[in-house]
C-alpha cells in the first residue's frame, strides 16, 4: 500500500538522476509506469513523450541517459518524476550541479507545475531558488547545542 501510495501521490526528483544506463529517455521515463496496473505500454509511452516534449528532450528520446549533459539529465529526473501525475512533487537540490542557465529552467518547470495544481516540496542550499517560492520555511542546523 505504501509504495502504491509513493508511486501514485507523490513524483520524487532527486538530487542526483538515478537513470538506468541500458535504457534510452523514453525507457527511463517509463520506468514508474511498471507499477500501474491501469495503463499499457501504448498509453505509458505516450505519457513520456509528452513530458519528454515538456522538458526539451524529445527529440533525444532515444538516447542513453551517459550523453546528456547535467541539466538534461535533471529534466529527465523532472519528467519521469511527473509521470504518474503526482498530487505531490518532491524536489531534493535539484539545482545544485546545474549552471544558472539550467537552473533556470529546471526552476520554470517547477513554478508550472505549481501554477497548475501540483504542491512542489523542494529543498535547497541555493539561495536563487527563493525568487521562485511562494512559501519558504528554513531551518538551521544545530551544532554542539549552538544553532
Same mark, same amino acid.
Given at each position: 500500500?505504501?509504495?502504491?501510495?509513493?508511486?501514485?501521490?507523490?513524483?520524487?526528483?532527486?538530487?542526483?538522476?538515478?537513470?538506468?544506463?541500458?535504457?534510452?529517455?523514453?525507457?527511463?521515463?517509463? #520506468?514508474?509506469?511498471?507499477?500501474?496496473?491501469?495503463?499499457?505500454?501504448?498509453?505509458?509511452?505516450?505519457?513520456?513523450?509528452?513530458?519528454?516534449?515538456?522538458?526539451?528532450?524529445?527529440?533525444?528520446?532515444? *538516447? #542513453?541517459?551517459?550523453?546528456?549533459?547535467?541539466?538534461?539529465?535533471? *529534466?529527465?529526473?523532472?519528467?519521469?518524476?511527473?509521470?504518474?501525475?503526482?498530487?505531490?512533487?518532491?524536489?531534493?537540490?535539484?539545482?545544485?550541479?546545474?549552471?544558472?542557465?539550467?537552473?533556470?529552467?529546471?526552476?520554470? #518547470?517547477?513554478?508550472?507545475?505549481?501554477?497548475?495544481?501540483?504542491?512542489?516540496? #523542494?529543498?535547497?542550499?541555493?539561495?536563487?531558488?527563493?525568487?521562485?517560492?511562494?512559501?519558504?520555511?528554513?531551518?538551521?542546523?544545530?551544532?554542539?547545542?549552538?544553532?
Amino acid at each position: 500500500e505504501l509504495c502504491a501510495l509513493r508511486n501514485r501521490q507523490f513524483g520524487l526528483v532527486f538530487q542526483k538522476p538515478f537513470m538506468l544506463a541500458d535504457l534510452n529517455l523514453l525507457e527511463n521515463c517509463m #520506468l514508474s509506469a511498471r507499477y500501474r496496473n491501469d495503463w499499457g505500454r501504448k498509453e505509458a509511452e505516450q505519457r513520456a513523450g509528452e513530458l519528454l516534449d515538456y522538458v526539451g528532450l524529445l527529440p533525444m528520446a532515444g *538516447r #542513453l541517459p551517459q550523453t546528456l549533459s547535467g541539466g538534461e539529465l535533471q *529534466r529527465l529526473g523532472l519528467a519521469r518524476a511527473l509521470l504518474n501525475e503526482p498530487e505531490i512533487l518532491f524536489a531534493d537540490e535539484p539545482t545544485v550541479s546545474l549552471d544558472a542557465e539550467n537552473a533556470g529552467r529546471v526552476m520554470e #518547470l517547477l513554478a508550472q507545475q505549481h501554477k497548475v495544481g501540483r504542491s512542489v516540496v #523542494l529543498v535547497s542550499h541555493d539561495s536563487a531558488v527563493l525568487q521562485w517560492a511562494e512559501r519558504v520555511i528554513c531551518f538551521e542546523a544545530l551544532v554542539g547545542g549552538e544553532p
